[in-house]
Structures are given as structure tokens and as C-alpha cells.
């Protein structure tokens, strides 16, 4: 075992050039299988020592620029590179929804996508080695560097935080009650500190084989610790449900979507209220006991004004005291009544028992080249457009209106789709009681992407102490506990409908309460660790 390691190492701090981009690649690509929903965390100790390697025999280069972009950028952009290919591979499942001449562009698509976030990699690769020695504390340089990296990637340009690698410490309900104190991106700073310690024993040196072994072990106590911890929250935490609040998530699995110029609204409004009041079992009651009826992200993929009487026929459907929410698209309209002011929202609307929309929310986090498109008039000179249909694309909705506050019901908060993965930016989770989440997965069915999203979304549930209760079109409908405890779920692909109560909501976590913080800490910590010892001259590489 000792001889290849060792091998692997010198042949990765000696190779450069297509060589080593090649190898970077690959190990990248290791590193992606820890992702949801693999879990492979052994991966992540294989690929990130790799990482390291290629660091210590990276060259050093004169100016700034060329420091910056030069060897270590791209060793960076490497391993991202590789590692985005495999985590967001499952992308392409959105070009079979139209078929045709944009299955060709897909591995492209999936390519450049991939390159571009790959890029804030090669950044914190370029800024480590900036700071680069030959001792541990190399590993924390880059460690801290990293997580920074993913923390931007969650936010510049309104963020895409997918598979920060926090989540490959995340794979059962114990070890992710951690990201209660601090949170995914606390995680994301763990996780390769702790995958980087291999690189601690090989290759071989003079130092004894205990003092090389202490980091790994180390880092195994500390997984080890995190079990302990979360075995012990989930043993000594006391759930409870709420008795005033009665949820029907109903799974609809509405394809219409896909052409939303093109729905039957009569058809479509037939089905779903029949799905809604139907008796899943002989017990069943169906809407009788029922305080909250939820339908799905794009449930409804039509303006309600195209169909007056759909509202009509939803009020006689609901019993006495009883709120639906469902998500729809929805349009503002002039003084004039009818030029309308901008591009339609994609919305969470509450209609109560008269037929009236009392209270909204509009999704505020659109997906790049999904609701809307960035760089509008190139594009479309091409021929690329969005995914989601809309006229000219979505308009962003207001943050701060996600806190919903409807009559007769607890405080909860309105999330929409992919908004669940902003971990920290979730609106007031000082008032809200629990957590709910529309969405629509149809596009990747068939894929990784859907489970992938759902365990996301779990985690925000333990960041933040609350329920969530969770709709999707297609799959996956659940609920859990504020520990993130799937309670009841649907089968993927079952057009069914789940009766759940949402939990009383926890004493508010660390993590609610200091938010990132801690993390902020940490990585400031860890740049100055780099920086006292690449000023200590540890072993210094030749210019």
C-alpha cells in the first residue's frame, strides 16, 4: 500500500503540463462521487491529498498575473473541473425535455457549466499556493481558501451553492446534525481539511510513521466525534407535532409544464381537484380535516385569469377555514388592465375558501438559463433559451414578502424550487414556524437531480431547528422533523397526495443564531495560518 501511494505522490508533484491537468481531472472526478445522493466519503480522502500533491510540485512563477493564472490556477480549475462534470452531469436531463437539435449541445452545455464554476477552484488553488508551505498547515491554507470559493459560488450572481462539499458530510441523520451549529458551509470547511490529511503521510520523509499517521486519525476522531454528536442530538431531542395545523402535499405529476402555451385548464383543474379530495385509504377523510392543501411549483401552468372559474370551483371544493397553496405563475397588470408590468412571476399564491388570493409570494432566486436568461439578446440571436417557459423569461420576486402570515395559521416561510439550497437566506426564521417548499424536478426525472435536491433542502430543516414540509410535481413529496427525520414521504412518480402536521419548531441552533460567523472565523484563521507559515520559509519551492 505504502509504495503506490507513494508513487501517486511523487508522480503528482513531478508531472505538469496535459500530464497533470489530466490527473487533476480524474481526481476531480473521484472527489464528485462524494456528493448526494453517493455519499462516497472514502472518495474525498482518495482526490483531495491528489490536490495537494500537485501543489507542492507546482511552479512558481514572476508577476502577479502569472502567479495568479499560472501552474496552480490551473491545477485548480482541474480537480473542479472534473469534480462539477460528475456533481452536475445530471443537468443534461433538461435538454431531453424539448429533444431535437438540443440534445447535441447538452455535453457542451454540461461542459462549459462545469468550466465556469470551476473557475472559483482555480482561484482558491492560485491564492493558496500564494501562501503555500510544506508542513499541515498547507492543508488548512487550502482548506480555507476553498470553502471560501464555494461560499462565493453560493452567492455571486445570485449563487448556485449545488453540492458544496459540506454535503459529503452529510450522508445520515447523524452526521448532519452538525450543520445545526455550523451550518454547510462550517461543513464545507471541514470536509476537505479532513480529506487532506493523506497528504500528511506520503510521501515518506523522515519524520516518524505515528507523526505522520496523527492528522489522519485525527481526522477519522473528528467524523467519529460528529456520529457521537448527532447519535446524541437525535436521542435527546424531543419532536412534537402541531395539533393546529393539518397539511395535504399533493404529488400531482403535471407535465404540462413543459409547453405553457399549450394547457387545458378545464382538464387540468379537473384533475387536480379530484387528486386533492381523494381517499387514500378507507380511513381517509379527505379534505374534512384538512387546514392546508398544497400544490406544487408549476401545479398550475396557466394565468388564473385564463380560467376565471378555476377559483370559483377551488373555493367549493375547500372545507370551511381551509387555505390552498399553490404555485402559479402570476402577472401584474397596468392601470390599463391590460398591458402587463414586466414578465410574470413564478408564485406561491394562498387562496382561501371565498376564492380569493390573499397572500403571495414570488420566487426572488431564478436559475440562470432556467427562468431567466442571462445575456438575453445574445443568446437568443442563436438560438438558446430558457428552459422554463414565460414570455421573456421570470421576474425576480422581493425576499423579504417570503414569510408568510396567513389567518388562523403559524408564521411559515415561502421557498420555491431551488431557493432551499441558500443556506442562511431562507427570510425571518425569527417568527416562522416550519418550512415550506414547492417545487418542480420533472425536468431531471430519471436522474440524480431530484434526490439530490431533496436532501438539500433536509438540511436546511437542521440549520434551522424547523419542519419541513416539502411538495414536489413529480417527487420527491415528504416531511420531516426539525432534525431533518423524513416522517412521511411519496413514492417518486406516484400521483398521490400525503397528509402530514408540521413539528413544533426547536429552541433556535447555533447556526441560527450566529449564522456564518463562525465560519467567517475559521477561514480568516486559516489564510493567517498559511500566511505565518509561508513567512516562516518552510521549504521554500524555486522560483
Given at each position: 500500500?505504502?509504495?503506490?501511494?507513494?508513487?501517486?505522490?511523487?508522480t503528482?508533484?513531478?508531472?505538469?503540463?496535459?500530464?497533470?491537468?489530466?490527473?487533476?481531472?480524474?481526481?476531480?472526478?473521484?472527489?464528485?462521487?462524494?456528493?448526494?445522493?453517493?455519499?462516497i466519503?472514502?472518495?474525498?480522502?482518495?482526490?483531495?491529498?491528489?490536490?495537494?500533491?500537485?501543489?507542492?510540485?507546482?511552479?512558481?512563477?514572476?508577476?502577479w498575473?502569472?502567479?495568479?493564472f499560472?501552474?496552480?490556477?490551473?491545477?485548480?480549475?482541474?480537480?473542479?473541473?472534473?469534480?462539477?462534470?460528475?456533481?452536475?452531469h445530471?443537468?443534461?436531463?433538461?435538454?431531453?425535455?424539448?429533444?431535437g437539435?438540443?440534445?447535441?449541445?447538452?455535453?457542451?452545455?454540461?461542459?462549459?457549466?462545469?468550466?465556469?464554476?470551476?473557475?472559483?477552484?482555480?482561484?482558491?488553488?492560485?491564492?493558496?499556493?500564494?501562501?503555500?508551505?510544506?508542513?499541515?498547515?498547507?492543508?488548512?491554507?487550502?482548506?480555507?481558501?476553498?470553502?471560501?470559493?464555494?461560499?462565493?459560488?453560493?452567492?455571486v450572481?445570485?449563487g448556485?451553492?449545488?453540492?458544496?462539499?459540506?454535503?459529503?458530510?452529510t450522508?445520515?441523520?447523524?452526521?448532519?446534525?452538525?450543520?445545526?451549529?455550523?451550518?454547510?458551509?462550517?461543513?464545507?470547511?471541514?470536509?476537505?481539511?479532513?480529506?487532506?490529511?493523506?497528504?500528511?503521510?506520503?510521501?515518506?520523509?523522515?519524520?516518524?510513521?505515528?507523526?505522520?499517521?496523527?492528522?489522519?486519525?485525527?481526522?477519522?476522531?473528528?467524523?467519529?466525534?460528529?456520529?457521537?454528536?448527532?447519535?446524541?442530538?437525535?436521542?435527546?431531542t424531543?419532536?412534537?407535532?402541531?395539533?393546529?395545523?393539518?397539511?395535504?402535499?399533493v404529488?400531482?405529476?403535471?407535465?404540462?409544464?413543459?409547453?405553457?402555451?399549450?394547457?387545458?385548464?378545464?382538464?387540468?383543474?379537473?384533475?387536480?381537484?379530484?387528486?386533492?379530495?381523494?381517499?387514500?385509504?378507507?380511513?381517509?377523510?379527505?379534505?374534512?380535516?384538512?387546514?392546508?392543501?398544497?400544490?406544487?411549483?408549476?401545479?398550475?401552468?396557466?394565468?388564473?385569469?385564463?380560467?376565471?372559474d378555476?377559483?370559483?370551483?377551488?373555493?367549493?371544493?375547500?372545507?370551511?377555514?381551509?387555505?390552498?397553496?399553490?404555485?402559479?405563475?402570476?402577472?401584474?397588470?397596468?392601470?390599463?388592465?391590460?398591458?402587463?408590468?414586466?414578465?410574470?412571476?413564478?408564485?406561491?399564491?394562498?387562496?382561501?375558501?371565498?376564492?380569493?388570493?390573499?397572500?403571495?409570494?414570488?420566487?426572488?432566486?431564478?436559475?440562470?438559463f432556467?427562468?431567466?436568461?442571462?445575456?438575453q439578446?445574445?443568446?437568443?440571436?442563436?438560438?438558446?433559451?430558457?428552459?422554463?417557459?414565460?414570455?421573456?423569461?421570470?421576474?425576480?420576486?422581493?425576499?423579504?414578502?417570503?414569510?408568510?402570515?396567513?389567518?388562523?395559521?403559524?408564521?411559515?416561510?415561502?421557498?420555491?424550487?431551488?431557493?432551499?439550497?441558500?443556506?442562511?437566506?431562507?427570510?425571518?426564521?425569527?417568527?416562522?414556524q416550519?418550512?415550506?417548499?414547492?417545487?418542480?424536478?420533472?425536468w431531471?426525472?430519471?436522474?440524480?437531480?431530484?434526490?439530490?435536491?431533496?436532501?438539500?433542502?433536509?438540511?436546511?430543516?437542521?440549520?434551522?431547528?424547523?419542519?419541513?414540509l416539502?411538495?414536489?410535481n413529480?417527487?420527491l413529496?415528504?416531511?420531516?422533523?426539525?432534525?431533518?427525520?423524513?416522517?412521511?414521504?411519496l413514492?417518486?412518480?406516484?400521483?398521490?397526495?400525503?397528509?402530514?402536521?408540521?413539528?413544533?419548531?426547536?429552541?433556535?441552533?447555533?447556526?441560527?443564531?450566529?449564522?456564518?460567523?463562525?465560519?467567517?472565523?475559521a477561514?480568516?484563521?486559516?489564510?493567517?495560518?498559511?500566511?505565518?507559515?509561508?513567512?516562516?520559509?518552510?521549504?521554500?519551492?524555486p522560483?
Amino acid at each position: 500500500m505504502i509504495q503506490p501511494v507513494t508513487w501517486l505522490a511523487e508522480t503528482t508533484m513531478l508531472s505538469h503540463g496535459w500530464r497533470r491537468f489530466g490527473i487533476l481531472l480524474i481526481a476531480g472526478a473521484v472527489a464528485g462521487l462524494s456528493v448526494p445522493p453517493f455519499f462516497i466519503l472514502p472518495a474525498l480522502f482518495v482526490a483531495m491529498p491528489i490536490w495537494v500533491w500537485a501543489l507542492d510540485g507546482a511552479e512558481r512563477k514572476r508577476g502577479w498575473w502569472r502567479k495568479i493564472f499560472g501552474p496552480a490556477f490551473t491545477i485548480g480549475f482541474a480537480f473542479g473541473w472534473g469534480y462539477f462534470l460528475v456533481a452536475f452531469h445530471w443537468l443534461g436531463a433538461a435538454f431531453f425535455v424539448d429533444g431535437g437539435w438540443m440534445l447535441a449541445l447538452m455535453p457542451f452545455a454540461i461542459a462549459a457549466l462545469a468550466a465556469l464554476i470551476a473557475l472559483f477552484w482555480g482561484l482558491a488553488s492560485a491564492l493558496a499556493h500564494l501562501f503555500w508551505s510544506h508542513g499541515a498547515a498547507r492543508i488548512v491554507t487550502l482548506s480555507s481558501f476553498l470553502a471560501l470559493a464555494e461560499f462565493a459560488r453560493g452567492h455571486v450572481l445570485t449563487g448556485f451553492p449545488f453540492d458544496l462539499l459540506g454535503y459529503a458530510l452529510t450522508g445520515t441523520d447523524e452526521l448532519m446534525q452538525l450543520a445545526s451549529v455550523i451550518g454547510v458551509y462550517g461543513l464545507t470547511f471541514l470536509a476537505p481539511l479532513l480529506a487532506m490529511t493523506p497528504a500528511l503521510i506520503w510521501p515518506a520523509d523522515d519524520r516518524p510513521m505515528s507523526r505522520r499517521l496523527f492528522p489522519f486519525f485525527l481526522a477519522l476522531a473528528v467524523i467519529a466525534g460528529q456520529l457521537a454528536y448527532g447519535w446524541n442530538r437525535l436521542s435527546g431531542t424531543v419532536a412534537t407535532e402541531r395539533q393546529d395545523v393539518s397539511v395535504r402535499l399533493v404529488q400531482p405529476m403535471v407535465y404540462e409544464h413543459a409547453d405553457f402555451g399549450n394547457v387545458d385548464p378545464v382538464a387540468l383543474i379537473d384533475r387536480l381537484l379530484m387528486l386533492s379530495d381523494m381517499r387514500m385509504d378507507p380511513t381517509d377523510q379527505g379534505l374534512a380535516d384538512i387546514t392546508h392543501l398544497v400544490w406544487p411549483e408549476s401545479s398550475v401552468p396557466f394565468f388564473l385569469d385564463t380560467y376565471p372559474d378555476a377559483l370559483a370551483r377551488i373555493a367549493r371544493m375547500l372545507p370551511e377555514n381551509a387555505t390552498l397553496l399553490a404555485g402559479v405563475p402570476r402577472q401584474i397588470f397596468g392601470l390599463d388592465g391590460e398591458k402587463p408590468q414586466g414578465p410574470p412571476y413564478n408564485s406561491l399564491v394562498a387562496i382561501n375558501t371565498d376564492g380569493e388570493i390573499i397572500a403571495s409570494y414570488d420566487k426572488s432566486h431564478l436559475v440562470p438559463f432556467g427562468e431567466y436568461l442571462p445575456f438575453q439578446e445574445l443568446f437568443s440571436r442563436i438560438g438558446i433559451k430558457q428552459f422554463v417557459p414565460g414570455a421573456d423569461g421570470w421576474s425576480h420576486g422581493d425576499a423579504r414578502r417570503r414569510l408568510m402570515e396567513l389567518p388562523g395559521t403559524p408564521a411559515f416561510l415561502a421557498v420555491i424550487c431551488y431557493e432551499v439550497l441558500f443556506s442562511g437566506d431562507l427570510g425571518d426564521t425569527a417568527k416562522a414556524q416550519f418550512i415550506l417548499n414547492v417545487t418542480n424536478d420533472a425536468w431531471f426525472d430519471g436522474s440524480i437531480g431530484p434526490a439530490q435536491h431533496a436532501h438539500h433542502a433536509r438540511l436546511r430543516a437542521v440549520e434551522e431547528g424547523m419542519s419541513l414540509l416539502r411538495a414536489a410535481n413529480t417527487g420527491l413529496t415528504f416531511a420531516t422533523d426539525p432534525l431533518g427525520r423524513i416522517t412521511a414521504q411519496l413514492v417518486p412518480g406516484q400521483m398521490a397526495a400525503l397528509d402530514v402536521r408540521p413539528h413544533q419548531r426547536l429552541t433556535p441552533t447555533i447556526f441560527a443564531q450566529l449564522r456564518h460567523y463562525p465560519f467567517a472565523i475559521a477561514i480568516i484563521a486559516g489564510i493567517l495560518i498559511g500566511f505565518v507559515a509561508s513567512r516562516r520559509g518552510r521549504r521554500r519551492l524555486p522560483e
